[in-house]
């Protein structure tokens, strides 16, 4: 059983930055962040393999959102830049043995962080 725990949400301006992280209670393989605005379905933004090397991104994340990890932490980590209100949503960080763009692909999820970005 593995536990998630995310954390690093809050308030920020558009144009600003945050950085989540979400820490494993165990050896995580391929990682993902979602997000679910109010009144929307859970949408994928992006995945990480196990070493890092490869990842994934929603289009419209992509050169502004970098996802990594620090394995000797069992911790992965979402720096979000140039953040627009349209960001706005709870993000959730999620655990699976696939690498894929469906939330059903996941076993694990974490309690989930709001991200405010105001205009």
């Known amino acids: 059983q593995v536990q998630l725990v995310e954390s690093g949400g809050g308030l920020v301006q558009a144009g600003g930055s945050l950085r989540l992280s979400c820490a494993a209670s165990?050896?995580?393989?391929?990682m993902g962040w979602f997000r679910q605005a109010p009144g929307k379905e859970r949408d994928f933004v992006t995945w990480?393999?196990?070493?890092?090397?490869?990842?994934y991104y929603v289009d419209s994340v992509k050169g502004r959102f970098t996802i990594s990890r620090d394995n000797a932490k069992n911790t992965v980590y979402l720096q979000m830049s140039s953040l627009k209100p349209e960001d706005t949503a709870v993000y959730y960080c999620a655990a699976g043995s696939v690498a894929s763009v469906a939330a059903m692909s996941y076993g694990y999820w974490g309690q989930g962080t709001q991200v405010t970005v105001s205009s």
């Open positions: 990480i393999n196990w070493t890092g090397g490869s990842t």
């Open positions: 165990g050896r995580i393989y391929y």
